[in-house]
Structure formats: C-alpha cells, structure tokens
C-alpha cells in the first residue's frame, strides 16, 4: 500500500477580501497571502503563499505588484513576477492593518480599520512615500476621476483628491444607519443603508448630491458587488438578490440565488470569485443573472465520512458539515465546495453518514436529520428533500426505495421513491446506542455498543418481527452486508468476522480474523475488506474465502481512520482529522508494503533520448513542495511549462511533448525553493 495524497487540516481559517487578476487569485488569509491559480476554475491550485509578520487583511494588485495591508507593518510592497516566491521590495510603517485598498495611477489609497485615508505616492514602489492622511469616517470608498466616494457611518462622503496632500471633502448624503458597502456605476453611487434599502445617488456634480433611486427589500441587504450593470446583493440569512440597475433611477429584481453568499466578491471576465467567510466559491457569471458555481476553495478541520461519485468525493467534516472534493487527478485532490444547508458540528459525537446512489447523495447527521441532495451539478448539491425531525441519528442504510434510518433509538423505514416527499412507513424501537444500521432484503441488522445482537424482519415497517436476539453476541461496531453474509468490526473483540444469514434466525460465523486491535469501521470493495479504528492503523483483509481471512495490508495513518470510499485500486480514506489517498495494488508478502517516500531530491534522466514529439520525464521529491517543470530553448527562452504548483512527496512522472518544436536540443528544468536540476533532451522529427 502507497500514500499517494494527503490534505491537512486548516480549521479556523478567515478569508479577506480576494482579487482576481490574469487568473491567479491573491486571497487575504489570517496571518497570510495565499496566491491561486485558477486557470482552470474547476481546479484550483494553490502555487505560492507570503507571511508578512501579521495579520493580512487587504490586496490590491497591479502589472507584478502587490500591496498588502497588514497589521505590524502597514504597507507592504511586493513583487509577485514569481508567484511562488514573492518577495518584499518596499513598505511604509502606518501601524494599523488596511480594510480597503485601492491603486490609481501613481498613488496607493489605504483606508485602515480606524477609517483614516492614508494616500501613499508609489511612483517608487521601493521608497513609498506618504502624502496625507485624513479621517473620513469610512471603511469602504470606491474612486470615481478626481473624487474619493466612500461609505462610513452615517453617510456617503465625496472627497476631492487631486491635490492628494489636502483631499478636501465636497458634500454628504446622510442616510438612516449609514452605508455598509458602496458600487459605482458611471455617475451613480450605490449603496445599502438601514437595513431593507438601497439608495441610488447622482455623483455628476460632487458638490451637491441628489438622491435619484431607491429600493426596498424584505430580508435585508447586506454587501453589493457591480458586474456591468447588474448589482449582487447579499440577503441578512442567505442567498444573493440579482438587482438590475440598466436605469439606475429604476432598479429592478431580476433573479436570487439562495447559495451565493460572500463576504467579499471579485471578477475577471465572465468568472466570479467569492470569499464567504470560511471558503472560497468560483462562479461562471456569463449569464449575470443566472451565476453558476463550478468550483472553489475549501480548508478542511475534521473529515470523519467519505463518500465517492464519479471525480468528486463527499466529505464529511466534523466542523464544517459537508464538503464536495475533486478527486479526478488522485495525486491532487482539492476540496472546491462546502455544501449549503449542513450545519457544522462542535463536539466529537458530531456525526455525518453519507451514501452516493446515482445522482442522489444521501446524508444524516445528528444535529440536521436525514437529507437528499441533487448532485446533477456535483460541487452545489440541492437539498432536495429532508426529515429534520430525525435527530440523533447514528446511521442509516439503503435497499430499493426505502431507507433505514436510526434516530433516537428507534429504527425508522423510509419511502424514498420520492426524494420531495419522504414519508416515515413505521419504525422500530430498539434499546441502546446504535452505530450503523444495514439492510438485506428487508432484513435490519443493528451496530450497537450492547451486546445484545438483534436481526429485524422490516419488510413490513408497521409490523417489524425480530427473527434473532442473542445477549451472549459479541459486541459490533460497524458492519456491512452483501448478500448473506455479514462483514463485522468489533472494538471489543479486536477481530473481524463474517456471519452468513442464510438463515436469518441462526446466523452462523463462518469466519474470522487474527486479533488486529480496536476496530470501529467497515467498507467492503471487491473481495477486500477495508478496516479503521483508534489506533491510527488502516487494514486491508482479502475475503475471497470467507472462511480463510487474510491480512494483506496496512498503513499507519496520521489520524484516525474512520471512513472508506474506494474506486478501482484508490482508497480515500476520512483519517479523523486527514484525508487520506492511497493505492493498493496487489496483497503485501509481509505485515506491511507500503512504498517509501524518496529519500533525496532527483531529475531522472529524460527517456527515450532522443525522442520523437513525446519523451518521459521522472522526478523524485522527499517531501512536498511548491514548484514547476518547464523547458528552454539552447537560447535560455521558455518553450513550455509542463506544471507549475504544489506537488505531493513521492515519485512523479509527467510527459514532454514537442509536437509543436522544431527539431534541437531542449533542457527540462525541475525548480522548488531549495532544488533545481536540469536534464537535456533532442528531438528528433
């Protein structure tokens, strides 16, 4: 067995403001600035990140320039030519951290947390000078020509700026409760005051503004970003109200979507970039008033449950609900979204139970019930359907259109061939603390920590009979069934077993295992069978013979294995607080085959040498890097860049092809922050 990915817990992470610019994307972070590229929105690839010493809080970037404002310094000036090693070319000590930064021409506007204006003079980036500073009673300001717009409490101020030494305040429209956010629409002011309005104010004569519009909404609006004439504005609750603003004096609603939320928005061309707090959210906004979201940006804290469907893997975390991973290249897994409607759990009884059945996801957890989602878009799931009402829920299994769901020690069945309209058909009561529940042809067989086993005849949900109760059972975790037989883990016995049901009222152990140690969790693929525990180990039991089990293999997670979902040979692993990718290819010949990671950094040489359009390139790395493979010409000129980004510890091998070249000698360079080697290749054609 082989660890071929691994993602690391980030819990309580914030995100600022971000800004998109030629498709990488500069995100504030706690005490950093992390740099994505999203030239590929469904994939986006984290490829440099800059600790300035504090807390980042702003950026605003311009041609190989970024400006942060951070909370020790003030002003850092950064050059950003390689985006994964920035490095700091210039600073201004203001003391306090920016809420808002904006560039324009020679000149850095920097509005800090106190509502002071500091205008800063970047003809010089490595010597900014300080031109004024100004309390404006604001901490958002759009600039409109020669005028500074911003939105403080209580009002909308214009300020003149084209002396910046002396910004001289031209007039203020004072609303009720102040503005919160601001646009800017040709000679337009937008802006949220109270907590229902929009106003709409003229800006064509600085000196005398004049309310023009105004709107009302019911649920609150909060936050406004301007993409052509159309305004997202976010709801109090949820969701984003799609306000048309063509006629600025008549703004219509055109469209609310209940998943878009943020914090703070950004655009490039028809893609939209969110911050909402704890994730970051990609939308395709070609059609402005229908966004459609297709990736983003998620840290994990505690994957507990896994689920797989086709390229995306269901997550569930223990204090973020449900998450949606991208899976389609194994090596790099990235978690892209954090589904709506899940709340986050705060303690480790937190539970989410997940199962994938065609474009239906299936998921319960103990603080929101039972719930189906439409996965027909993968990375935003519609709930479509719920039981609320079954809270304190300890699993749940599928057969046909029922599903047997546990809740508050009662086994309930549940029409599902409605997903709108599930309907409880009858349920069963059932003593004691129940892990997982699984099905066989109507047929409930019960984990529980008791160790009194039970098999239920469900068929009939208004009538349910036990067919077998024994108190002498040995005590089951987790178990999964197919056909008549019965895989179970077991944290007291410290042994597998598998039971044939054949006969349900005199299940027999056919089988079972050497002593492994604390078993709590099952996943049969094939004819293996996957187990986890406490004791930071994962194990792999071939069962082909169910009356011979064989361990054939093992892994000594970082965490705490607690879920599986396996396709072909990839296993991804919820290792409490990891996730976890692995291949396991064909059964060890000892207690333990996984492959060790390179000791040493190496560019193997180029095969075949020459080659002819596609040449195999092998590199090793004894760690996790950010870097890139690129090509040069004999004239030192960059022909291709083969990848660029964060790469897993481990043996990788990528492709070089030269179709697109004319014949000559190349060189293929491996760059990390602390290796580079280079190897030479001719093509031949």
Not at 51 to 70: H, T
Not at 233 to 255: C, H, K, M, N, W
Not at 370 to 388: A, Q, Y
Request: proline share 7%; net charge negative.
């Amino acid at each position: 067995m082989r660890k071929l990915a691994q993602i690391d817990p980030e819990p309580n992470l914030l995100f600022r403001s971000p800004v998109l610019v030629d498709s990488l994307l500069f995100i504030p972070v706690e005490a950093r600035l992390k740099i994505m590229n999203v030239a590929n929105p469904l994939r986006p690839r984290e490829i440099g990140s800059y600790s300035p010493g504090g807390s980042v809080v702003a950026v605003a970037v311009r041609d190989n320039l970024a400006f942060i404002g951070e909370s020790s310094i003030g002003l850092q000036i950064l050059d950003i030519s390689n985006p994964s090693e920035l490095l700091q070319i210039g600073s201004l000590q203001l003391g306090r951290p920016a809420d808002e930064i904006v560039l324009a021409g020679d000149f850095c506007y920097y509005v800090d947390d106190y509502a002071y204006l500091s205008i800063i003079n970047i003809s010089d980036p490595e010597n900014p000078q300080l031109e004024s500073t100004t309390r404006i009673y604001a901490r958002r300001f759009k600039l409109w020509n020669n005028y500074l717009v911003a939105a403080g409490y209580p009002s909308l101020s214009v300020y003149d700026i084209s002396n910046p030494s002396q910004p001289a305040l031209t007039d203020s429209f004072v609303t009720l409760g102040g503005p919160a956010s601001l646009v800017v629409l040709g000679n337009y002011a937008i802006f949220p005051s109270g907590i229902n309005d929009i106003h709409v104010v003229d800006l064509s004569d600085p000196y005398n503004l004049e309310q023009v519009g105004f709107a009302t909404f019911d649920g609150g609006v909060g936050l406004l970003a301007l993409k052509d004439s159309v305004v997202y504005a976010t709801a109090y609750r949820s969701g984003v109200r799609i306000i048309d603003f063509s006629d600025p004096t008549q703004p219509e609603l055109v469209g609310f979507n209940e998943r878009f939320g943020y914090n703070s928005i950004t655009f490039d061309g028809d893609l939209a970039v969110a911050s909402a707090f704890d994730e970051i959210q990609i939308y395709d906004v070609s059609n402005v008033i229908e966004p459609q979201r297709i990736s983003g940006y998620v840290p994990t804290s505690r994957i507990i449950s896994t689920a797989i469907n086709g390229d995306h893997l269901y997550l569930g975390d223990n204090e973020k609900g449900l998450l949606v991973a991208d899976v389609s290249i194994p090596t790099e897994p990235i978690v892209v979204a954090k589904v709506q409607g899940v709340p986050n759990g705060t303690n480790d009884h937190y539970k989410i139970h997940l199962v994938v059945r065609d474009n239906l996801l299936y998921a319960s957890s103990n603080r929101s019930g039972f719930m189906i989602f439409d996965i027909t878009n993968p990375v935003d799931p519609v709930l479509v359907g719920s039981l609320p009402e079954l809270s304190g829920i300890g699993g749940f299994d599928l057969e046909g259109n029922r599903a047997y769901v546990e809740s508050g020690q009662l086994i309930h069945v549940i029409d599902i061939s409605n997903p709108e309209e599930l309907i409880d058909l009858g349920s069963v009561s059932w003593l004691g603390l129940t892990f997982d529940v699984d099905v066989s042809n109507g047929l409930v067989c019960p984990s529980t920590l008791h160790a009194t086993y039970k098999i239920i005849d469900m068929n009939d949900p208004t009538n349910p009979q036990v067919i077998y109760e024994s108190s002498n059972y040995h005590r089951v975790n987790a178990s999964v069934i197919e056909g008549n037989l019965i895989y179970q883990a077991s944290f007291y016995t410290a042994s597998p077993a598998i039971v044939d049901i054949t006969n349900p009222s005199n299940p027999i152990l056919v089988g079972h295992g050497e002593e492994w140690g604390e078993m709590s969790y099952i996943e049969k693929s094939g004819s293996y069978v996957y187990l986890g525990g406490y004791d930071q180990e994962m194990r792999i039991m071939d069962v082909s013979d169910p009356t011979q089990l064989a361990r054939v293999g093992a892994y000594d997670t970082p965490g705490y294995p607690k879920a599986f979902a396996i396709r072909d040979s990839i296993i991804y692993v919820a290792d409490d607080p990891f996730l976890g990718v692995y291949v396991f290819s064909s059964p060890m010949s000892s207690a333990d085959d996984r492959t060790e990671l390179p000791t040493q950094f190496q560019l193997h040489p180029i095969y075949p040498n020459p080659f002819n359009n596609t040449a195999n390139i092998a590199f090793d790395l004894p760690r996790e890097v950010t870097g890139r493979l690129v090509v040069y010409d004999v004239l030192g000129r960059m022909t291709n860049t083969l990848y660029d980004g964060k790469l897993a510890a481990g043996s990788h091998q990528m492709q070089f092809n030269g179709k697109d070249l004319s014949s000559g000698t190349y060189f293929v360079r491996l760059e990390t922050p602390t290796f580079t080697a280079t190897q030479k290749a001719v093509l031949l054609k």
